[in-house]
Nanobody, 123 residues
């Protein structure tokens, strides 16, 4: 089992920045590819970013590419999502997720999920 706890969400004005974090516990963190998804009210959960076990490979949804950066610190068992140039359409609950088996953008392929952290961007 892996436990994931997100933090760092909040309210920010459009154009601002926010960093959300996800602390993992329970298993060897570096065994897992990590991802961030988000879900806005009335919408399906969508892929945001993912990072490989070592942190050497990253991938982003087109909607956030160039504005968001995913990173990880395996010594601290933590994955981060730095969000810059935020837009009102980035408003959502952001979820951290882990996969030991797959390198994927599909939510169904991730085994473990955090409880989510709310990010609200005001216009």
């Amino acid at each position: 089992q892996v436990q994931l706890v997100e933090s760092g969400g909040g309210l920010v004005q459009a154009g601002g920045s926010l960093r959300v974090s996800c602390a993992a516990s329970g298993r060897t963190f570096s065994d897992y590819n990590m991802g961030w998804f988000r879900q806005a009210p009335g919408k399906e959960r969508e892929f945001v970013a993912r990072i490989s076990r070592s942190g050497s490979v990253t991938d982003y949804a087109d909607s956030v590419k160039g504005r968001f950066t995913i990173s990880r610190d395996n010594a601290k068992n933590t994955v981060y999502l730095q969000m810059n140039s935020l837009k009102p359409e980035d408003t959502a609950v952001y979820y951290c997720t882990a996969s030991s088996r797959s390198w994927t953008r599909k939510a169904a392929d991730y085994e473990y999920w955090g409880q989510g952290t709310q990010v609200t961007v005001s216009s």
